[in-house]
């Protein structure tokens, strides 16, 4: 489920910020490309540079926690998009989202390599949920912004996050499942 939620998170926005900005703020399609230029390079450069400290992270603070930084990240980057719509918000909020996805995808492949058995399979089944989830993230997201307010897109990304998480707990054992 993380590799869903981080990949339909990060493409979902990825693909859909620049059409939020232009419907949320009105803004021309030669404002949104230099907007958007700035910021998707600026996260993208910070997704980069903060790869291997997320590997290095996740091995270093377990993994079950490092799926729970992910979490708290995506949950802050969203809620900062929402109340402080400012551009250097974004690029910042974005960035952080990207840094979330290492931290899930590190995370992932780490679980993986340390597993004795089936590492073929078990990384099939990792790219295949960053695919369903870079394909449902856009088009979900997509859809929402064609139908409802701009901000909806956020909305239900907190809310697909809170559920996941919700589920990941129930998993882990953390809340009880009914």
């Known amino acids: ?33 230099n907007d958007w230029a700035i910021m998707s390079g600026m996260a993208l450069l910070f997704g980069a540079l903060t790869r291997v400290p997320a590997g290095m992270l996740s091995d270093r603070i377990g993994r079950k926690n490092a799926f729970i930084i992910a979490y708290v990240v995506y949950t802050i980057s969203l809620a900062l998009i929402i109340l402080l719509q400012i551009n250097l918000i974004f690029i910042i909020a974005l960035s952080t989202i990207r840094f979330g996805l290492n931290m899930i995808a590190m ?3 780490g679980v993986v390599s340390a597993s004795f058995r089936d590492n073929g399979l078990k990384n099939g089944l990792l790219s295949s949920m960053a695919g369903l989830g870079a394909f449902l993230g856009p088009a979900s997201l997509a859809w929402i912004l064609d139908n409802y307010p701009p901000d909806y897109i ?11 998480f919700l589920l990941f707990s129930i998993i882990l054992g953390v809340i009880p499942s009914v």
């Open 1 to 33: 489920m993380p590799y869903i939620l981080g990949f339909f998170i990060f493409r979902g926005f990825f693909s859909n910020f620049p059409l939020y900005l232009q419907l949320k703020f009105g803004l021309s399609e030669i404002e949104v490309v």
């Open 107 to 109: 995370t992932g492949r």
């Open 154 to 164: 956020i909305y239900i990304s907190l809310i697909i996050i809170l559920f996941d």
